[in-house]
């Protein structure tokens, strides 16, 4: 019981940390899209999400495999430094390269004039794959509140030097005496959008700093025949992490070589994505659930009635974001304010990215049965799937349709692994879930928000009738599912 108990706090601490470290991120959201013009905004979503894709390439599975063979006989200090050494010597080879090359690299993505960009992200993947095995042993030795703590301190770090650059130095060089002085030696208003990067830079730095302690004692040598044991067992996680982030990432990072106008693409891809951002409430939902769920689905395994159990989590789930769905949308005038008015113009868009990440969330409720049979292979096998949709339907779409393309892409990809999971498992591991309420409460709610959206058209209402209709119409839903849900209602199957 003691255990289950440290386990239950370590999951909160983590999922706690997380949470807010998101929350955290996305309040730069409205403060980039007030800073900066669209296009500005754009250079910003697409590096990082290059930067996504490397992040799974440079620690190649290193981490997972870690805790795998820790836990076995090789004796964590053992694998510790042989997993800290690759990461060592494949990072450093693999950021050098990359500043060798930056110029060439900074002309193929279009940057030519900016290769300190590729620089900078170098350095920052460096600083960031050496920080992953020391956070893994602060998990592996039951430290979560260090982890969490240094998590946090880095996301801090990152906020102040966003506004230390891009609000107070601006603010300084306008005045004279010693906050100019200061302003003049590290500003230069010539970087602009650079200084995100450059904040990431330091808080990378730093955090690696924060983490010297957990070198200590690391002997940098190699094991070669575990070394290969941890390859192998670390790439099929390396394939899969890819395709993840194709479906996650990949609209953003490829846009500007799709899109139908090549001399907007970066405004556009600005737009896009600060209006992904508003699926903030459902992507944080979707985070907790995650974190909460599968030591959940795990301890009621081998229960008497866990697939009931397990189904009736899955309607719940479906309830929830449903009714986020309906909170956003009917009172977007209010969500709308989280980014600057100049990106609103995507706003179209939103409605299409919220179903597509419940969706994905479901597809991660269904994903349980893979977990508790071991059969594992199925989630990788869905995720390639997914990413060869995504491809296909990015090249397909985008140059027709532009970002909105792209968020139907994203919906299809998440819509179609949600089947894939559902109708395999239904096969393999077959749990009773309510496909009718599944399908029903979210189709009440596109028909709810629409029959809104028409009724505004025509009658063309005042802010506050909109607000008090919206507020009616989320009681109405909410009394529907209660009539549906309430305690003694016979439902037949």
């Not at 697409?46 to 063979?69: D, I």
């Not at 955090?207 to 094991?223: A, E, S, Y």
């Not at 390639?384 to 919906?411: C, K, S």
């Amino acid at each position: 019981m003691s255990s289950i108990k440290q386990l239950a706090g370590q999951t909160a601490v983590y999922g706690l940390s997380s949470i807010i470290g998101r929350l955290l991120n996305y309040l730069l959201v409205p403060f980039y899209t007030r800073i900066f013009m669209a296009q500005e905004y754009g250079v910003v979503s697409e590096l990082f999400a290059w930067v996504s894709f490397l992040a799974v390439l440079y620690t190649y599975g290193m981490e997972t495999s870690f805790f795998h063979f820790a836990n076995k006989s090789h004796g964590t200090r053992r694998v510790y430094n042989t997993g800290i050494t690759s990461l060592l010597i494949s990072s450093v080879l693999l950021s050098g390269m990359a500043i060798l090359f930056s110029g060439s690299i900074a002309d193929t993505l279009d940057y030519g004039k900016h290769p300190e960009y590729i620089t900078w992200f170098a350095l920052i993947i460096l600083f960031d794959t050496l920080t992953t095995l020391p956070f893994a042993l602060l998990r592996k030795e039951n430290k979560a509140l260090r982890f969490a703590t240094i998590r946090l301190v880095n996301i801090v770090i990152n906020i102040f030097f966003n506004v230390f650059f891009l609000v107070l130095c601006p603010a300084w060089m306008k005045e004279e005496g010693l906050m100019h002085a200061i302003a003049s030696l590290v500003y230069s208003p010539t970087t602009g959008v650079g200084y995100v990067f450059i904040s990431n830079l330091l808080a990378s730095a730093i955090t690696l700093l924060i983490l010297l302690p957990q070198f200590k004692g690391v002997r940098l040598q190699i094991d070669k025949p575990l070394l290969k044991e941890m390859l192998i067992y670390g790439f099929p996680l390396l394939i899969a992490g890819m395709a993840g982030m194709v479906n996650e990432t990949l609209d953003r990072a490829v846009y500007k070589f799709l899109a139908p106008d090549a001399s907007k693409a970066m405004y556009e891809l600005g737009i896009y994505s600060a209006c992904y951002k508003l699926s903030i409430i459902m992507t944080l939902f979707i985070q907790t659930f995650r974190y909460a769920a599968e030591p959940f689905f795990f301890s009621h395994y081998a229960a008497d009635g866990s697939k009931m159990v397990y189904a009736r989590v899955m309607n719940y789930f479906v309830i929830t974001c449903s009714f986020i769905f309906l909170l956003v949308m009917l009172f977007m005038d209010i969500f709308k304010l989280f980014i600057g008015e100049a990106f609103r113009s995507g706003l179209h868009v939103v409605p299409v990215l919220l179903m597509a990440n419940l969706c994905l969330g479901i597809f991660y409720n269904l994903s349980i049965w893979y977990k508790l049979t071991g059969q594992t292979r199925y989630g990788a096998a869905f995720s390639i799937t997914g990413a060869i949709i995504t491809i296909v339907l990015l090249f397909v779409l985008v140059p027709r349709f532009g970002y909105t393309g792209a968020a139907w892409a994203t919906l299809i990809c998440y819509a179609s692994m949600m089947l894939m999971s559902y109708f395999t498992g239904q096969k393999n591991y077959p749990i009773p879930y309510d496909v009718r309420k599944m399908i029903l409460y979210p189709v009440m709610g596109l028909l709810i928000y629409y029959s809104m959206i028409g009724a505004n058209l025509i009658l063309d209402p005042s802010a506050t009738v909109k607000f008090i209709t919206a507020v009616v119409l989320m009681v109405i839903f909410s009394g529907m599912v209660w009539m549906i849900e309430r305690p003694g209602r016979h439902v037949t199957r």
